[in-house]
């Protein structure tokens, strides 16, 4: 009998984590560092800026969307009123931050002087990127003073790589790929059918797990 509740807790923690796995969002991280870039003159490079209060050019509303985006407020309601340039017919709503949004900015190397340049193309780490997600750059052209996503130029192996009008704050947004069942199954405004499968399956095991612990209980006080 004790080997018979032995393996029930080893099946309910096991669940337990596989659950936690499917529903697990990763938390937002910052960029790494950047690989390779091109677009701008000798004597100058980019990095990532990761203070905040080093952001160059950044007006206030920008600024405090940005604040609200790297606290943990989705994009919908960070952004809620703007019109977002790039990507046609991209719901927000279904992209999560995937990395907090900070300055990329070319400087000279020499001084750190700031200047800018335009259609540049940037490589760059992406420490918690997986297979399974589908990317989209956001970016806020100081410039232009305009929020926009783009498409990448190419993504994977922990990489991405985008070629920008001009530089600023860059963060990395995601949702996960869809598998062939799941686009078929799943309509344009969201099909919630997978986690209610996942949820009733989670409330059946319990069931049984229940009334196995029920039985065991009333053979002991039988004894």
């Known amino acids: 009998m004790k080997k018979m509740w032995k393996s029930l807790c080893c099946i309910t923690t096991i669940m337990f984590l596989t659950f936690t796995s499917v529903f697990a969002k990763p938390s937002p991280t910052v960029n790494g560092s950047v690989i390779s870039y091109s677009g701008v003159d000798d004597g100058y490079a980019i990095e990532f800026e ?3 209060s080093q952001f160059e050019d950044v007006k206030s509303k920008p600024m405090g969307q940005i604040e609200q985006l790297n ?4 994009l919908v309601k960070a952004l809620e009123g703007e019109k977002i340039e790039g990507v046609d017919h991209l719901s927000l709503g279904d992209y999560t931050l995937l990395t907090k949004v900070q300055d990329l900015k070319p400087f000279k190397i020499s001084n750190d002087e700031r200047k800018v340049f335009y259609h540049v193309t ?5 420490p918690n990127l997986t297979d399974e997600m ?5 970016h806020y052209s100081t410039h232009r003073q305009v929020w926009e996503v783009y498409q990448p130029d190419q993504y994977g192996d922990k ?3 985008n070629t920008f009008q001009d530089l600023s704050p860059v963060a990395i947004i995601y949702k996960l790929k869809e598998t062939p069942a799941a ?5 344009k405004t969201g099909d919630e059918t997978h986690i209610v499968m996942h949820l009733c399956f989670a409330l059946g095991s319990l069931t049984v797990l229940v009334i196995l612990f029920v039985l065991v209980k009333k053979k002991k006080d039988k004894r």
């Open 50 to 52: 990761y203070d905040q």
């Open 71 to 74: 606290s943990g407020t989705n």
């Open 122 to 126: 940037v490589t760059w780490e992406v």
């Open 134 to 138: 589908d990317i989209k750059v956001l």
């Open 159 to 161: 990489k991405v790589t």
């Open 183 to 187: 686009s078929s199954n799943q309509t």
